[in-house]
């Protein structure tokens, strides 16, 4: 009975299959075939659907893959067409104009980048050679960005030119303006057997910026710590941590520990107003986390001549700006003017007319431009043209009075604008625009002549030559006239912004005939787009913004690089 079964249970285990005979499926098995699958459909759409947030969690899933590798393959494509110029340039032409650029700033690299290098061979002569984010200088000072995410080669820009761009670091020791030649020499550390030389141009444009005004009181230069360029920053970086771990020392007295803790910015403007604001940062975010015992003893004194801070900004900015810093603990000090900067104290006269001293461990300078000494000589070269103290005096077409083909652009220059990177900006980019109008102004020329002189080869007898060849002259003198119509330079203001710390920001923005005005967190995230947004390439922008991050998760780096 038990083996009875076990064998019924054997055949019942076995497929189905194979008790099937192998021969062509009859008519019949193939109706019950088509019912089965039928049965199949209608089992399949009597399920029930899955709910609309799945689907849509679905759909928003594809939808953002999709997003996600399309931005990736649009940075990859950008980040390799930057990182690989093109393999071959025009060379040099002796026919063509050799234009000589001296400087490497705003309006020096906004020209080069929008000049076409196809009408002339272009020369650019800098001591650094790289392009500097200035607006972004305080962040660095702090640590907040790193000092190479802020700054591009110039070659980057020379690669992605039509025709080869000589490139000299070197720095510019005089120009001739009879002679049309600049004398140059390489002022490195490491010289080769050719050191100096003396460069002919047949269009030189004059932009190699301005150096920070001391206003001759004494001690600036010994004792202060500008906020002008690259290297500014590094080392204020490193005075900052100086302060900071010597007020650390053990048995350091309280009244030496003030002193190490009192930072004092000198200057008003936008440069001292961000710096004092990324301090605070800095403190808040930073001081507090690492040196406890020392971030309640930061000071930050803001000195400023004039009666208020940030001037060229709007009542309302400049009262939203000072109560911030009250709030921050920043004091501010107007109508306060500088008299003597000594090792340990600065000599001011307040607002009440009293000599006042005040300890600090840091000072920052950050008040004001003045013209470079190659500037000075230039100038003493066109002493009946050359009278403004404050730079070069140009034209409305920003060629310098008394010169011939020479262009002055940037804050080298003494004109009705405020010496800033906007400004710089657009001069470079009106003067790449006029020195290709000239050039195109003079091949039509040349066209000009060509043409007349074959309508003067040709003979009496064929009219339709004759006829055909006063059509291209007159064709070529319509061009001629319209490349003739040079406009004058106009700034255009696109506003201006300024960080004044705790993620907040003001901005005084032209809105048709009035101004607009903001403050607060959303204007700081505006300032923020806008500085990424007018950063020089693709490299800058990620590696601001990845700064921007490691900063937001892993605060900012309080090591010291090097100690003197």
């Given at each position: 009975?038990?083996?009875?079964?076990?064998?019924?249970?054997?055949?019942?285990?076995?497929?189905?299959?194979?008790?099937?005979?192998?021969?062509?499926?009859?008519?019949?098995?193939?109706?019950?075939?088509?019912?089965?699958?039928?049965?199949?459909?209608?089992?399949?759409?009597?399920?029930?659907?899955?709910?609309?947030?799945?689907?849509?969690?679905?759909?928003?899933?594809?939808?953002?893959?999709?997003?996600?590798?399309?931005?990736?393959?649009?940075?990859?494509?950008?980040?390799?067409?930057?990182?690989?110029?093109?393999?071959?340039?025009?060379?040099?032409?002796?026919?063509?104009?050799?234009?000589?650029?001296?400087?490497?700033?705003?309006?020096?690299?906004?020209?080069?980048?929008?000049?076409?290098?196809?009408?002339?061979?272009?020369?650019?002569?800098?001591?650094?050679?790289?392009?500097?984010?200035?607006?972004?200088?305080?962040?660095?000072a702090v640590g907040t960005l790193e000092a190479r995410s802020i700054i591009q080669s110039t070659r980057y820009v020379a690669r992605h030119k039509a025709r080869r761009v000589s490139i000299y670091e070197a720095e510019a020791l005089?120009?001739?303006?009879?002679?049309?030649?600049?004398?140059?020499?390489?002022?490195?550390?490491?010289?080769?057997?050719?050191?100096?030389?003396?460069?002919?141009?047949?269009?030189?444009?004059?932009?190699?910026?301005?150096?920070?005004?001391?206003?001759?009181?004494?001690?600036?230069?010994?004792?202060?710590?500008?906020?002008?360029?690259?290297?500014?920053?590094?080392?204020?970086?490193?005075?900052?941590?100086?302060?900071?771990?010597?007020?650390?020392?053990?048995?350091?007295?309280?009244?030496?520990?003030?002193?190490?803790?009192?930072?004092?910015?000198?200057?008003?403007?936008?440069?001292?107003?961000?710096?004092?604001?990324?301090?605070?940062?800095?403190?808040?975010?930073?001081?507090?986390?690492?040196?406890?015992?020392?971030?309640?003893?930061?000071?930050?004194?803001?000195?400023?001549?004039?009666?208020?801070?940030?001037?060229?900004?709007?009542?309302?900015?400049?009262?939203?700006?000072?109560?911030?810093?009250?709030?921050?603990?920043?004091?501010?000090?107007?109508?306060?003017?500088?008299?003597?900067?000594?090792?340990?104290?600065?000599?001011?006269?307040?607002?009440?007319?009293?000599?006042?001293?005040?300890?600090?461990?840091?000072?920052?300078?950050?008040?004001?431009?003045?013209?470079?000494?190659?500037?000075?000589?230039?100038?003493?070269?066109?002493?009946?043209?050359?009278?403004?103290?404050?730079?070069?005096?140009?034209?409305?077409?920003?060629?310098?009075?008394?010169?011939?083909?020479?262009?002055?652009?940037?804050?080298?220059?003494?004109?009705?604008?405020?010496?800033?990177?906007?400004?710089?900006?657009?001069?470079?980019?009106?003067?790449?625009?006029?020195?290709?109008?000239?050039?195109?102004?003079?091949?039509?020329?040349?066209?000009?002549?060509?043409?007349?002189?074959?309508?003067?080869?040709?003979?009496?007898?064929?009219?339709?030559?004759?006829?055909?060849?006063?059509?291209?002259?007159?064709?070529?003198?319509?061009?001629?006239?319209?490349?003739?119509?040079?406009?004058?330079?106009?700034?255009?203001?696109?506003?201006?912004?300024?960080?004044?710390?705790?993620?907040?920001?003001?901005?005084?923005?032209?809105?048709?005939?009035?101004?607009?005005?903001?403050?607060?967190?959303?204007?700081?995230?505006?300032?923020?787009?806008?500085?990424?947004?007018?950063?020089?390439?693709?490299?800058?922008?990620?590696?601001?913004?990845?700064?921007?991050?490691?900063?937001?998760?892993?605060?900012?780096?309080?090591?010291?690089?090097?100690?003197?």
């Open positions: 009975m038990l083996a009875a079964r076990r064998t019924l249970n054997t055949i019942a285990r076995r497929p189905i299959s194979r008790s099937l005979p192998a021969h062509p499926i009859a008519p019949s098995s193939r109706l019950f075939t088509t019912s089965r699958r039928s049965l199949a459909i209608e089992t399949q759409d009597s399920l029930p659907k899955p709910p609309k947030w799945r689907r849509a969690l679905t759909t928003f899933g594809r939808v953002t893959l999709v997003t996600v590798l399309g931005t990736a393959a649009t940075f990859m494509y950008f980040a390799a067409k930057e990182t690989h110029p093109p393999a071959w340039q025009l060379p040099f032409d002796k026919d063509k104009k050799t234009v000589v650029i001296l400087g490497s700033g705003w309006a020096a690299t906004s020209m080069l980048k929008n000049m076409d290098t196809e009408d002339y061979n272009v020369i650019l002569v800098s001591p650094r050679n790289y392009f500097l984010f200035t607006p972004l200088l305080p962040s660095v005089k120009v001739d303006p009879h002679a049309k030649q600049v004398t140059i020499a390489d002022l490195s550390d490491i010289k080769g057997d050719v050191n100096n030389m003396t460069i002919p141009y047949d269009v030189l444009v004059y932009a190699v910026g301005a150096e920070t005004q001391t206003f001759g009181i004494p001690g600036v230069k010994e004792h202060s710590c500008f906020l002008k360029e690259l290297p500014d920053a590094e080392r204020l970086r490193e005075r900052v941590m100086d302060c900071i771990e010597s007020a650390a020392f053990p048995d350091q007295s309280e009244q030496e520990v003030d002193r190490l803790m009192h930072m004092i910015v000198v200057g008003g403007g936008p440069t001292g107003v961000e710096f004092s604001g990324e301090l605070h940062d800095f403190i808040k975010d930073d001081l507090r986390s690492w040196y406890p015992e020392l971030a309640d003893k930061l000071k930050i004194t803001l000195v400023e001549a004039l009666p208020n801070v940030l001037p060229m900004f709007s009542r309302e900015l400049i009262q939203y700006t000072e109560s911030t810093f009250k709030e921050q603990n920043i004091e501010v000090l107007t109508k306060t003017m500088v008299k003597e900067v000594k090792d340990k104290v600065v000599v001011v006269k307040n607002d009440r007319g009293e000599i006042e001293e005040l300890p600090y461990g840091l000072l920052v300078w950050a008040a004001g431009n003045v013209s470079r000494g190659i500037t000075r000589d230039l100038m003493a070269q066109l002493p009946q043209h050359q009278t403004n103290r404050r730079g070069l005096v140009v034209d409305d077409y920003l060629r310098l009075l008394g010169a011939n083909d020479v262009y002055a652009i940037g804050d080298c220059t003494a004109t009705s604008y405020a010496p800033t990177a906007q400004v710089a900006t657009q001069q470079g980019r009106y003067l790449a625009r006029l020195l290709g109008q000239i050039a195109k102004k003079e091949a039509l020329e040349k066209q000009l002549a060509e043409l007349r002189g074959e309508r003067d080869g040709l003979p009496e007898g064929p009219e339709g030559k004759v006829k055909n060849n006063a059509q291209e002259i007159e064709s070529v003198v319509k061009q001629l006239n319209k490349a003739s119509k040079i406009r004058p330079f106009h700034y255009s203001h696109q506003g201006s912004l300024a960080y004044i710390g705790s993620d907040k920001a003001i901005a005084d923005l032209p809105f048709f005939n009035g101004n607009f005005a903001s403050g607060g967190v959303a204007t700081f995230l505006f300032w923020r787009s806008a500085y990424v947004s007018s950063l020089f390439s693709l490299r800058n922008r990620t590696l601001v913004m990845s700064d921007w991050l490691k900063v937001k998760l892993f605060g900012r780096d309080v090591s010291r690089e090097s100690r003197n």
